[in-house]
């Protein structure tokens, strides 16, 4: 079923982790400003743990980016790919589509109904800021909120059950799967029209992902590091 658009029914699935003193404070202020938007229907999904994970998937020794360059996974990383399954599991099961997002997804802003987004099985929501005023270039597109069809989220689900190898972080695969990408910095008026979501992060509370976030602070907001980031996170799977 293609919804023409999306609307305060849709259903909203929010990973967050209930035992983490950090998560409970991003997902009820996300919450919060979803439901101001409008999306009442905001169902939590729990998310992995280091003691829940149960290593559903299958990684490469090493964590790959499309230009050559490879590290050691982050652990964290690997409990966001099943964390994102959880979600995805719940969005399979439904009749229509959904938004999956994470628990620090703000909604911040009204928006335009993209005129694809209703023609696409997945489609992100979601941004990451350039802090330099004078830039046209906005950032990247961000899997933190995505629209998904319960047929590509049966797809994303037997993931685990296959013999793909995953040599990347969740976002890029997401990325990787929807034809419409940019695959540069987006603008600001694109980003202005079409996303209404960012992370949010209080620099007072920090992140449950803190490795994770500085490795990344570090060249996100450099204007001229931003078509390396945006194109770190895409990798063609």
């Known amino acids: 079923m293609i919804e023409p658009k999306l609307n305060p029914s849709t259903?909203?699935?929010?990973?967050?982790?209930?035992?983490?003193?950090?998560?409970?404070?991003?997902?009820?202020?996300?919450?919060?400003?979803?439901?101001?938007?409008?999306?009442r229907n905001v169902k939590k999904i729990e998310g992995a743990t280091p003691d829940t994970y149960q290593g559903i998937f299958n990684f490469t020794d090493y964590r790959r980016y499309p230009s050559g360059k490879f590290r050691e996974w982050d652990f964290m990383e690997k409990i966001i790919w099943e964390s994102h399954w959880r979600a995805w599991k719940a969005a399979s099961e439904l009749d229509r589509g959904s938004i999956i997002i994470e628990h620090d997804a703000l909604f911040y802003r009204d928006r335009k109904i993209h005129p694809s987004t209703k023609f696409y099985p997945l489609f992100s929501l979601g941004?990451?800021?350039?802090?330099?005023?004078?830039?046209?270039?906005?950032?990247?597109?961000?899997?933190?909120?995505?629209?998904i069809q319960p047929d590509m989220a049966r797809t994303l689900v037997k993931l685990s059950d296959s013999n793909k190898i995953i040599k990347g972080p969740v976002d890029g695969y997401l990325h990787?799967?929807?034809?419409?990408?940019?695959?540069?910095?987006?603008?600001?008026?694109y980003a202005k029209e079409y996303l209404p979501v960012k992370h949010f992060i209080n620099p007072s509370?920090?992140?449950?992902?803190?490795?994770?976030?500085?490795?990344?602070?570090?060249?996100?907001?450099?204007?001229?590091?931003?078509?390396?980031?945006?194109?770190?996170?895409?990798?063609?799977?």
């Open 11 to 39: 259903p909203v699935f929010m990973i967050w982790v209930p035992s983490n003193e950090k998560s409970q404070y991003y997902a009820k202020k996300t919450r919060a400003s979803w439901r101001i938007a409008g999306y």
């Open 205 to 237: 509370v920090g992140t449950i992902k803190e490795k994770l976030l500085s490795q990344y602070a570090s060249l996100e907001y450099e204007e001229d590091n931003i078509s390396s980031v945006c194109g770190e996170e895409i990798e063609t799977l």
């Open 127 to 147: 941004v990451t800021h350039s802090k330099k005023k004078n830039s046209n270039a906005y950032g990247c597109i961000a899997a933190c909120a995505y629209w």
């Open 176 to 189: 990787s799967h929807q034809p419409w990408y940019p695959w540069s910095p987006i603008s600001k008026k």
